[in-house]
């Protein structure tokens, strides 16, 4: 793999390397804001090396996040963890990557390990969740 470690060029911005950490879910954000966990865990992984590293999906409104747990960018006060994140990154010699999401009308469950696929006792009523078991 002799271009592993080589530079990557795409228009103005370079990765170090063609390396690339892809977009993996946590659960451990509240109320969508990233906190010291992913600015540990993004950071790290730059840290590690990474050209390239995405934090997970970021759900652009909070019925689109798989679970209640998850980033997201719906709202100004999500803006300074996210910026702390990308911030950590760069520091560390990656490039930042964003993955927008929303997850459907299936998505802002419970997370994983408090019994996925229930929505929270105090899930605000909506419509998006007809039939979401079908
Ligand atoms: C814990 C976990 C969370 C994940 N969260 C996301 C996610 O937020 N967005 C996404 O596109 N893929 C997500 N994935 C899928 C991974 O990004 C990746 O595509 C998958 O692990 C396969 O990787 P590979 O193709 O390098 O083997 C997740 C995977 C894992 C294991």
């Known amino acids: ?13 370079t990765l170090r ?3 690339a950490m892809s977009p993996m879910t946590m659960h451990r954000s509240v109320d969508g804001v990233m906190g010291d966990y992913h600015v540990m865990l993004y950071g790290s992984r730059a840290a590690g ?3 390239l590293v995405f934090p997970e ?5 909070p019925e689109g996040r798989t679970t209640i747990a998850c980033a997201g960018l ?8 996210l910026a702390r994140v990308t911030r950590i990154i760069k520091e560390m010699g990656g490039v930042p990557a964003i993955q927008l999401g929303h997850t459907g009308r299936k998505g802002s469950e419970q997370k994983p390990w408090e019994g996925k696929r229930q929505l929270p006792p105090d899930h605000p ?9 079908s």
Do not use: C, Y
């Open 17 to 19: 390397n063609r390396i």
């Open 49 to 51: 090396g990474f050209g």
């Open 1 to 13: 793999m002799p271009d592993l470690f080589s530079p990557f060029t795409l228009k103005d911005v």
């Open 57 to 61: 999906q970021i759900a652009i409104t």
């Open 125 to 133: 009523p909506d419509t998006l969740h007809h039939g979401r078991d």
């Open 74 to 81: 719906w709202d100004d006060r999500h803006i300074e963890g």
